[in-house]
């Protein structure tokens, strides 16, 4: 990640109305609450970056050419419903109030 992207998913938790950005392969969102989320369209995989404002720990492994993030778990937009399914546990959250027309829509424009 670029020094610039770092200071994108820094500040994103901290934008109270909710951003939404795409940085190469990922899309960051953060919501109204504070809470934020980094999440790979292509492979369905999401891990959160900060809850209610407070930054996350998220393991993230950068190259000059590359990067590799530790995926905690799997996502889905199911109408107003935004769906995260946990790696570890198996729980699955399902979250409502997340901005998930505009996240689809981000997505479908990027990603295609």
């Known amino acids: 990640?670029?020094?610039?992207?770092?200071?994108?998913?820094?500040e994103l938790g901290n934008n109270e109305n909710?951003?939404?950005?795409?940085?190469?392969?990922v899309l960051l969102f953060s919501t109204e609450s504070g809470d934020a989320w980094m999440l790979d369209p292509v492979g369905e995989l999401a891990t959160a970056i900060a809850r209610q404002g407070e930054a996350l720990p998220?393991?993230?492994?950068?190259?000059n050419r590359n990067f590799m993030v530790a995926?905690?778990?799997?996502?889905?937009?199911d109408g107003e419903l935004f769906l995260y399914r946990d790696k570890a546990?198996?729980?699955?959250?399902?979250?409502?109030?997340?901005?998930?027309?505009?996240?689809?829509?981000?997505i479908t424009r990027t990603f295609g």
């Open 89 to 106: 546990s198996g729980n699955t959250r399902t979250i409502f109030g997340y901005p998930t027309d505009r996240i689809a829509e981000q």
């Open 18 to 25: 909710g951003s939404i950005v795409s940085i190469g392969p």
């Open 58 to 63: 998220v393991h993230i492994e950068d190259t």
């Open 1 to 10: 990640m670029t020094p610039s992207a770092r200071v994108t998913v820094s």
């Open 71 to 77: 995926w905690m778990g799997n996502y889905r937009i």
